[in-house]
């Protein structure tokens, strides 16, 4: 099983990022995804999920209306599109999959956002 994140660096404040998450090793359509995040000396934050078939989200306050997050379960990837980023938006951003009662993580992609 692996969860492999991609798309991180650095931004400006006010760029954009996709972050991808390639999944493998498990049948990636039948798990509800989620992106959490870590900022340093912060608690982890689940910032947005999505269902199995990709027809329900949910996202977090501090980012609703700028991040979105969709799947292609052809492709056994998930996706976050993150726009209009703020410097309070740097933190290692993680992948994860689930379905009860199992959850996988990814190993993280950093995030920082500065001018």
């Known amino acids: 099983v692996q969860l492999v994140e991609s798309g991180g660096g650095l931004v400006q404040p006010g760029g954009s990022l996709r972050l991808s998450c390639a999944a493998s090793?498990?049948?990636?359509?039948?798990?509800?995804m989620s992106w959490y995040r870590q900022a340093p000396g912060k608690d982890r934050e689940l910032v947005a999920s999505?269902?199995?078939?990709?027809?329900?989200?949910n996202y977090a306050d501090s980012v609703r209306g700028r991040f979105t997050i969709s799947r292609d379960n052809r492709k056994n990837t998930g996706y976050l599109q993150m726009n209009g980023l703020k410097p309070e938006d740097t933190a290692v951003y993680y992948c994860?999959?689930?379905?009860?009662?199992?959850?996988?993580w990814g190993q993280g992609t950093q995030v920082t956002v500065s001018s």
């Open positions: 999505i269902s199995n078939a990709g027809d329900s989200t």
């Open positions: 994860v999959a689930s379905r009860s009662p199992y959850t996988y």
């Open positions: 090793g498990f049948t990636f359509s039948s798990y509800g």
